[in-house]
């Protein structure tokens, strides 16, 4: 079975740019939650999508947003980008969203 | 929200030595997951634990979680270079995930 796969894996941007990141669960999986890694603030829930419904949403301001399509892939899109928003993002995969947690290999973002 | 507590935040032991993370929640957990992150990789799904008092081993890693439900260890005998990463513990409720902050634990040849 293949896995979670996230695309790019690696993207450079300058500030005031918009991205657009992808997720493709793995199959049969739902639910698929997003996640922001820094070294210092750790995993930070983004938000969680089931079928194309957001059921749950961190504590990020509206730049941050999320869709998820019928066949569950879902994208992520950060708007007007700011430094601070360099991080490694990671989508996660699972059948109902309090499951394991099946992770990509995230796409490390770089606003510059 | 829900919070999850975990220490140490960075560890460096000897090889061979042994290592405990912990993790601490003010409330009672319907379960705990545990995840590792190599470097330079992605949190990997290690455990879930259920039950009261629940102790499951995965050869020298030994995963605890406690009577009352509001705590979880992870304790890994001899350490090798090989357990080199960052070691999370996980709650799942409410349709989303809260992660403890993690465990950096460095292994020194």
């Known amino acids: 079975k293949a896995g979670v796969t996230q695309t790019p894996r690696y993207l450079i941007k300058t500030r005031g740019q918009q991205v657009t990141l992808s997720c493709s669960p793995i199959?049969?999986?739902?639910?698929v939650s997003w996640y922001q890694q820094t070294p210092g603030q750790g995993l930070q829930f983004l938000f969680e999508?089931?079928?194309?419904?957001?059921?749950n949403k961190g504590n990020f301001p509206g730049r941050f947003s999320g869709r998820q399509f019928s066949n569950s892939r879902s994208e992520m899109n950060v708007s007007t980008l700011e430094l601070g928003d360099s991080a490694l993002y990671l989508c996660?995969?699972?059948?109902?969203?309090?499951?394991?947690?099946?992770f990509g290999p995230g796409t490390r973002l770089l606003v510059l | 929200g829900q919070q999850v507590m975990q220490i140490p935040q960075y560890q460096h032991v000897q090889e061979g030595e042994d290592f405990t993370t912990y993790c601490n929640s003010s409330?009672?957990?319907?379960?705990i997951q545990w995840y590792k992150q190599r470097p330079g990789g992605h949190p990997v799904f290690l455990i879930q634990?259920?039950?009261?008092?629940e102790v499951k081993k995965q050869k020298r890693l030994t995963f605890q979680f406690g009577e009352a439900k509001k705590n979880s260890s992870l304790h890994i005998t001899a350490t090798q270079t090989t357990d080199v990463g960052t070691y999370f513990c996980?709650?799942?409720?409410?349709?989303?995930?809260?992660f403890g902050t993690g465990t950096s634990l460095t292994v020194i040849p």
């Open positions: 996660a995969s699972s059948f109902g969203g309090e499951e394991t947690q099946y």
């Open positions: 199959s049969g999986h739902r639910s």
């Open positions: 999508y089931f079928s194309e419904t957001q059921r």
């Open positions: 409330t009672t957990l319907s379960n």
């Open positions: 634990l259920v039950k009261s008092g």
């Open positions: 996980a709650v799942g409720t409410g349709n989303q995930f809260y």
